[in-house]
């Protein structure tokens, strides 16, 4: 049946189509309706006596398709276009293909993954099928090719590398397997030592970073008598009303069954089956990615490795109990770093470590093991629990794991056992040479680090000191460091009165030897603070211990009333942490610490881990990277200029740009900004509001509900703040529709001002060169100035107003704002140019060069359509790299016809605006940038649009106190807000080409969470 359904055009349609479509049929109030998904063209082919209805339907549908833009085929398009065409073509074609197969109200988002929108493996062979037809035998995409390349962007550029040959005209291809690009392996080094430049968690009490700091600080104990949020707990450990100590005492997590299924694009149904370690492991790798600065979004396709210690489902066992079909792929371990590898894109390793306590700290030993040997340029390490099974916890009771008491007491005489604890801790570590090169933020440098077994010892589950004392050993040979400089412990510490002994007196016999008496080994735990994390424990001591070096104090140990009777104390060179201590400074060296711990399975691992920041508590608190110098890079035509070599003066407005999925989650990242910012003053040039504003540029992700605020001051940015975390919001408000492909129009007529271009030349390096080197031709042609003239400097006899000199300024200024928008990563499609205009235009399409645009710009202002003529006989002319587009006709010109004498010198024709915006409009540009000093000749095509108007950006150079610039104008990077908000890939490093920044901690993503249970 189902073939027969197919073999008609049948289709499948995803639950989301199905459930508008029944949406609909209710607000109708249909009594007898049939849904189906089908594909009429093959319908039509396959079924010969059609009822007059459908057929009516079929040319109906024809009538739809003619009327839609042109039928020229694909191989058609692509041969008409330019090698830069090729991939936005492609791009453009796969987009109403993909809508096609999968009947989207619109065309999809071209980074959007192909199964993300609901495609299923039928549909991956249609549009497979439907590629191969629109190629028309000059290419065959290869079977897996949907698989192999899952989003639109991908696909296009895959495609373009393969139809090279066939575009042409070539011989066909066939694609049968895919090219695997080689990849060039760093250079290791043993003595290069590896950084943490980002941690995120999410632990008891502690939902972040800052407040797992304050927990500890404040010595807060977060274990409780049950779950302390709302929500039905009933089977699960933690139940309020839960019989047993170990069924309802522990330290938990608040909200444990939320999760942002929409942010990851993972249905409700396989959300709901997804164990809680997978959620928070997706989360809080996003989150450690975020603290390092690092847009998660570009390490698609990177050698990042993913390794975490993770346990056994015990959400599993609920599901079982509710006696739900499980998945299995929601609850093993191998699947909860794999998923993140899935979710991010990355291509390094992504390997569960089972170690039980053990398990995250060997899991950063084997991430510092691939770093260090050029395996992977970055790793995510990191630990993450759930206590959820009453079974498991009685077992644990059984065996004398847990404490009767339900207290963590590690080091007391009171010690019974531990308390099981939930939590999530990630890092992201770098090799230390290059965190440094990139101006990463650095926690710390993890200098030395090793794992063993306990071998033949006293029992599987028994402590043994001889091999924990051999792991400490061996990590601190590594770190060629002495035992002496050795700080502080933070032991495992499980609180047993046969653990604990064992654990200190083997971190006295490795860090006892040369230390001086009034020098103790300070201990602690964060056991007493959190329970037992167990696969988790590793990290979150890890992370305490990050936090304190940073902070310059060790927090107080609690619970630590009565020492351990079985613990030596007057032998031993160490001392408990029972008061909050001030880590102990020696000379300015830095700070060093361990981090134990040891598992049931009998594994040990040891890590040695050392402060980047001066001993001296010298900027305490979160770290910020070194200042790097960001350079300024020369777009395209005029890559080859000269840099500026002089100073130039600070830019006043800055752009924050914020992005989130959702609106709601805009307007809370809006708010977490706005709080960020409490007491903060200062101009928009200040260090901090800079550095800022470039790490929300380049450290962040940019999705689809963006917003772009521009400011000049502290004051300013929190208005915006404001207005925008107060925004009503519902979760299902659509994007904005994205533009994708720019025009530039130039338009022909300006009043020129005197100091027209100063702001620019003062501030922005990229747009100073170009007006440098047209200022050093003119002194060439005129031994005059032509900066001079445009910044109206007393005593010259030339101004604006002759338009010998008019000419050559407003040509230079439509240049230098062309290369200033390139220089941030908006480039255009297609350019159109009005009257003299036209010559900026022509530039941008390459034409002609920077140069020669200019003396022809010269020579028309001096001396017209001859003067052009004449000039024309010395200039190199060019086919346009991108389509030229007439202002006078909506044309397509080429070279010659761009330069003709007439065409320049006329005004603008505003009767041609709509023929402009039609052949803009059929080239599928969507946003006009209006370039130079002119009138608004791209404003004024974008009213002559047909259809849904375009996205209209000012270029932001304006008369001062003219024109129709807001009191809050921001320049240029008030445009470059627009271009953001439009949704335009920007490259935020050209808004500080020229300047050193450093990375700072942002506000991390508000995540919009959601109830997933079983």
Same mark, same amino acid.
């Given at each position: 049946?189902?073939?027969?359904?197919?073999?008609?055009?049948?289709?499948?349609?995803?639950?989301?189509?199905?459930?508008?479509?029944?949406?609909?049929?209710?607000?109708?109030?249909?009594?007898?309706?049939?849904?189906?998904?089908?594909?009429?063209?093959?319908?039509?082919?396959?079924?010969?006596?059609?009822?007059?209805?459908?057929?009516?339907?079929?040319?109906?549908?024809?009538?739809?398709?003619?009327?839609?833009?042109?039928?020229?085929?694909?191989?058609?398009?692509?041969?008409?276009?330019?090698?830069?065409?090729?991939?936005?073509?492609?791009?453009?074609?796969?987009?109403?293909?993909?809508?096609?197969?999968?009947?989207?109200?619109?065309?999809?988002?071209?980074?959007?993954?192909?199964?993300?929108?609901?495609?299923?493996?039928?549909?991956?062979?249609?549009?497979?099928?439907?590629?191969?037809?629109?190629?028309?035998?000059?290419?065959?995409?290869?079977?897996?090719?949907?698989?192999?390349?899952?989003?639109?962007?991908?696909?296009?550029?895959?495609?373009?590398?393969?139809?090279?040959?066939?575009?042409?005209?070539?011989?066909?291809?066939?694609?049968?397997?895919?090219?695997?690009?080689?990849?060039?392996?760093?250079?290791?080094?043993?003595?290069?030592?590896?950084?943490?430049?980002?941690?995120?968690?999410?632990?008891?009490?502690?939902?972040?970073?800052?407040?797992?700091?304050?927990?500890?600080?404040?010595?807060?104990?977060?274990?409780?008598?049950?779950?302390?949020?709302?929500?039905?707990?009933?089977?699960?450990?933690?139940?309020?009303?839960?019989?047993?100590?170990?069924?309802?005492?522990?330290?938990?997590?608040?909200?444990?069954?939320?999760?942002?299924?929409?942010?990851?694009?993972?249905?409700?149904?396989?959300?709901?089956?997804?164990?809680?370690?997978?959620?928070?492991?997706?989360?809080?790798?996003?989150?450690?990615?975020?603290?390092?600065?690092?847009?998660?979004?570009?390490?698609?396709?990177?050698?990042?490795?993913?390794?975490?210690?993770?346990?056994?489902?015990?959400?599993?066992?609920?599901?079982?109990?509710?006696?739900?079909?499980?998945?299995?792929?929601?609850?093993?371990?191998?699947?909860?770093?794999?998923?993140?590898?899935?979710?991010?894109?990355?291509?390094?390793?992504?390997?569960?470590?089972?170690?039980?306590?053990?398990?995250?700290?060997?899991?950063?030993?084997?991430?510092?093991?691939?770093?260090?040997?050029?395996?992977?340029?970055?790793?995510?390490?990191?630990?993450?629990?759930?206590?959820?099974?009453?079974?498991?916890?009685?077992?644990?009771?059984?065996?004398?794991?847990?404490?009767?008491?339900?207290?963590?007491?590690?080091?007391?005489?009171?010690?019974?056992?531990?308390?099981?604890?939930?939590?999530?801790?990630?890092?992201?570590?770098?090799?230390?040479?290059?965190?440094?090169?990139?101006?990463?933020?650095?926690?710390?440098?993890?200098?030395?680090?090793?794992?063993?077994?306990?071998?033949?010892?006293?029992?599987?589950?028994?402590?043994?000191?001889?091999?924990?004392?051999?792991?400490?050993?061996?990590?601190?040979?590594?770190?060629?460091?002495?035992?002496?400089?050795?700080?502080?412990?933070?032991?495992?510490?499980?609180?047993?009165?046969?653990?604990?002994?064992?654990?200190?007196?083997?971190?006295?016999?490795?860090?006892?030897?040369?230390?001086?008496?009034?020098?103790?080994?300070?201990?602690?735990?964060?056991?007493?603070?959190?329970?037992?994390?167990?696969?988790?424990?590793?990290?979150?001591?890890?992370?305490?211990?990050?936090?304190?070096?940073?902070?310059?104090?060790?927090?107080?140990?609690?619970?630590?009333?009565?020492?351990?009777?079985?613990?030596?104390?007057?032998?031993?060179?160490?001392?408990?942490?029972?008061?909050?201590?001030?880590?102990?400074?020696?000379?300015?060296?830095?700070?060093?610490?361990?981090?134990?711990?040891?598992?049931?399975?009998?594994?040990?691992?040891?890590?040695?881990?050392?402060?980047?920041?001066?001993?001296?508590?010298?900027?305490?608190?979160?770290?910020?990277?070194?200042?790097?110098?960001?350079?300024?890079?020369?777009?395209?035509?005029?890559?080859?200029?000269?840099?500026?070599?002089?100073?130039?003066?600070?830019?006043?407005?800055?752009?924050?740009?914020?992005?989130?999925?959702?609106?709601?989650?805009?307007?809370?990242?809006?708010?977490?900004?706005?709080?960020?910012?409490?007491?903060?003053?200062?101009?928009?040039?200040?260090?901090?509001?800079?550095?800022?504003?470039?790490?929300?540029?380049?450290?962040?992700?940019?999705?689809?509900?963006?917003?772009?605020?521009?400011?000049?001051?502290?004051?300013?940015?929190?208005?915006?703040?404001?207005?925008?975390?107060?925004?009503?919001?519902?979760?299902?408000?659509?994007?904005?529709?994205?533009?994708?492909?720019?025009?530039?129009?130039?338009?022909?007529?300006?009043?020129?001002?005197?100091?027209?271009?100063?702001?620019?030349?003062?501030?922005?390096?990229?747009?100073?060169?170009?007006?440098?080197?047209?200022?050093?031709?003119?002194?060439?042609?005129?031994?005059?100035?032509?900066?001079?003239?445009?910044?109206?400097?007393?005593?010259?006899?030339?101004?604006?107003?002759?338009?010998?000199?008019?000419?050559?300024?407003?040509?230079?200024?439509?240049?230098?704002?062309?290369?200033?928008?390139?220089?941030?990563?908006?480039?255009?499609?297609?350019?159109? +140019?009005? /009257?003299?205009?036209?010559? &900026? *235009?022509?530039?941008? $399409?390459?034409? %002609?060069? #920077?140069?020669? =645009? !200019? @003396?022809?710009?010269?020579?028309?202002?001096?001396?017209?359509?001859?003067?052009?003529?004449?000039?024309?006989?010395?200039?190199?002319?060019?086919?346009?790299?991108?389509?030229?587009?007439?202002?006078?006709?909506?044309?397509?010109?080429?070279?010659?016809?761009?330069?003709?004498?007439?065409?320049?010198?006329?005004?603008?024709?505003?009767?041609?605006?709509?023929?402009?915006?039609?052949?803009?409009?059929?080239?599928?540009?969507?946003?006009?940038?209006?370039?130079?000093?002119?009138? +608004?000749? /791209?404003?004024?095509?974008? &009213? *002559?649009?047909?259809? $849904?108007?375009? %996205?209209? #950006?000012?270029? =932001? !150079? @304006?008369?001062?106190?003219?024109?129709?610039?807001?009191?809050?104008?921001?320049?240029?990077?008030?445009?470059?807000?627009?271009?953001?908000?439009?949704?335009?890939?920007?490259?935020?490093?050209?808004?500080?080409?020229?300047?050193?920044?450093?990375?700072?901690?942002?506000?991390?993503?508000?995540?919009?969470?959601?109830?997933?249970?079983?």
């Amino acid at each position: 049946i189902e073939r027969q359904r197919a073999s008609r055009g049948g289709r499948w349609f995803t639950p989301q189509q199905g459930i508008r479509a029944l949406e609909r049929l209710v607000r109708q109030d249909a009594t007898a309706s049939v849904v189906m998904s089908m594909d009429w063209a093959i319908f039509e082919e396959a079924v010969e006596d059609r009822p007059a209805f459908v057929e009516d339907l079929l040319s109906a549908a024809h009538a739809a398709d003619d009327d839609s833009g042109p039928t020229e085929d694909l191989m058609s398009r692509l041969r008409g276009a330019g090698p830069a065409e090729h991939e936005d073509v492609l791009a453009s074609f796969l987009q109403g293909e993909v809508r096609a197969v999968l009947r989207l109200p619109t065309a999809p988002s071209v980074t959007v993954g192909f199964f993300d929108l609901g495609m299923d493996s039928l549909m991956a062979v249609e549009l497979r099928n439907r590629l191969n037809r629109a190629f028309a035998g000059e290419y065959v995409a290869s079977n897996t090719v949907v698989f192999d390349y899952p989003d639109i962007a991908s696909m296009a550029k895959h495609l373009v590398a393969e139809l090279g040959p066939a575009a042409g005209g070539g011989a066909p291809v066939r694609a049968d397997e895919p090219a695997v690009a080689a990849r060039p392996r760093p250079v290791a080094s043993d003595e290069d030592g590896i950084a943490v430049v980002g941690m995120a968690c999410r632990f008891p009490g502690a939902p972040d970073l800052a407040s797992f700091w304050e927990l500890l600080a404040a010595g807060r104990d977060a274990v409780t008598d049950g779950r302390r949020d709302g929500g039905a707990w009933n089977g699960a450990v933690g139940a309020p009303d839960a019989e047993g100590v170990d069924q309802r005492r522990g330290a938990f997590i608040d909200e444990i069954d939320m999760f942002d299924s929409r942010f990851f694009r993972i249905p409700p149904i396989e959300a709901r089956t997804m164990d809680p370690r997978q959620r928070m492991m997706l989360e809080t790798s996003w989150e450690a990615l975020e603290d390092a600065g690092l847009d998660p979004a570009g390490l698609r396709g990177s050698r990042t490795g993913v390794y975490a210690g993770v346990g056994v489902s015990e959400y599993r066992d609920l599901i079982e109990a509710s006696r739900t079909d499980q998945s299995y792929l929601g609850t093993t371990s191998s699947v909860t770093v794999g998923r993140v590898a899935f979710v991010l894109g990355l291509e390094g390793p992504a390997l569960p470590i089972d170690l039980a306590c053990a398990s995250s700290l060997a899991a950063v030993h084997q991430a510092v093991v691939a770093l260090g040997r050029g395996e992977v340029d970055l790793a995510l390490a990191g630990g993450v629990n759930v206590v959820l099974s009453p079974s498991v916890s009685r077992l644990m009771l059984d065996l004398g794991m847990l404490s009767p008491t339900g207290q963590c007491r590690p080091f007391d005489a009171a010690a019974d056992g531990y308390v099981r604890g939930e939590g999530c801790g990630m890092i992201a570590l770098k090799r230390l040479r290059d965190a440094e090169a990139d101006g990463d933020r650095i926690w710390g440098v993890i200098r030395g680090s090793a794992v063993n077994q306990n071998g033949a010892s006293a029992g599987l589950t028994v402590p043994n000191g001889p091999a924990q004392e051999r792991v400490m050993a061996d990590a601190l040979a590594q770190a060629g460091i002495r035992p002496e400089q050795v700080d502080y412990l933070e032991a495992h510490a499980t609180g047993s009165q046969l653990g604990d002994p064992i654990e200190l007196q083997t971190a006295a016999a490795v860090y006892g030897p040369g230390r001086d008496p009034e020098r103790p080994l300070i201990v602690g735990s964060v056991k007493s603070n959190i329970g037992h994390t167990e696969s988790a424990a590793g990290m979150a001591a890890l992370i305490k211990t990050l936090l304190a070096m940073n902070q310059g104090v060790i927090p107080k140990h609690l619970h630590y009333e009565e020492p351990n009777p079985h613990v030596e104390w007057g032998e031993l060179p160490l001392r408990v942490a029972s008061e909050p201590t001030d880590w102990p400074s020696d000379g300015g060296r830095p700070r060093v610490a361990g981090v134990n711990a040891f598992g049931i399975s009998g594994a040990n691992a040891h890590v040695l881990v050392e402060g980047y920041a001066p001993a001296d508590g010298r900027g305490a608190g979160p770290p910020a990277g070194e200042p790097r110098p960001i350079p300024v890079s020369l777009p395209g035509p005029v890559a080859e200029l000269p840099a500026p070599v002089e100073e130039w003066g600070e830019r006043t407005a800055r752009v924050l740009p914020l992005a989130g999925r959702s609106a709601p989650a805009l307007r809370d990242l809006a708010g977490r900004y706005l709080a960020a910012l409490d007491g903060e003053d200062g101009a928009a040039c200040d260090g901090r509001l800079s550095d800022l504003a470039w790490t929300a540029g380049v450290g962040r992700s940019h999705f689809d509900h963006r917003a772009g605020l521009p400011f000049r001051d502290a004051e300013e940015l929190r208005q915006r703040l404001r207005a925008l975390a107060d925004r009503d919001a519902a979760p299902d408000d659509p994007p904005p529709g994205a533009a994708t492909k720019v025009a530039f129009a130039y338009g022909g007529g300006f009043d020129p001002w005197p100091g027209m271009g100063a702001e620019l030349y003062a501030s922005e390096p990229v747009a100073r060169a170009v007006l440098e080197r047209c200022d050093a031709l003119m002194r060439e042609e005129r031994a005059e100035s032509l900066l001079e003239v445009m910044f109206g400097q007393a005593g010259l006899d030339e101004d604006l107003c002759d338009p010998a000199w008019a000419a050559p300024a407003g040509y230079a200024i439509a240049c230098a704002l062309t290369a200033l928008w390139a220089s941030v990563g908006v480039r255009p499609a297609a350019v159109v +140019g009005s /009257g003299p205009g036209g010559l &900026a *235009a022509a530039q941008a $399409a390459g034409v %002609v060069s #920077l140069e020669d =645009g !200019l @003396r022809l710009a010269a020579a028309l202002g001096s001396g017209g359509s001859d003067g052009l003529e004449a000039a024309l006989r010395d200039v190199a002319v060019a086919a346009p790299t991108v389509p030229l587009v007439d202002g006078a006709s909506g044309e397509l010109l080429e070279s010659a016809d761009a330069l003709a004498g007439d065409r320049l010198l006329q005004d603008d024709d505003r009767a041609a605006l709509s023929a402009c915006a039609a052949r803009l409009s059929q080239r599928g540009i969507d946003a006009v940038v209006d370039i130079g000093p002119g009138d +608004g000749f /791209g404003s004024a095509i974008g &009213a *002559a649009w047909p259809g $849904a108007a375009p %996205v209209v #950006l000012r270029a =932001g !150079l @304006r008369p001062p106190d003219g024109g129709d610039a807001p009191a809050s104008d921001c320049g240029f990077a008030g445009a470059v807000a627009g271009a953001y908000e439009a949704g335009l890939d920007i490259a935020f490093a050209g808004l500080f080409a020229g300047e050193s920044r450093r990375r700072i901690a942002l506000p991390g993503y508000p995540f919009q969470r959601r109830r997933h249970w079983i």
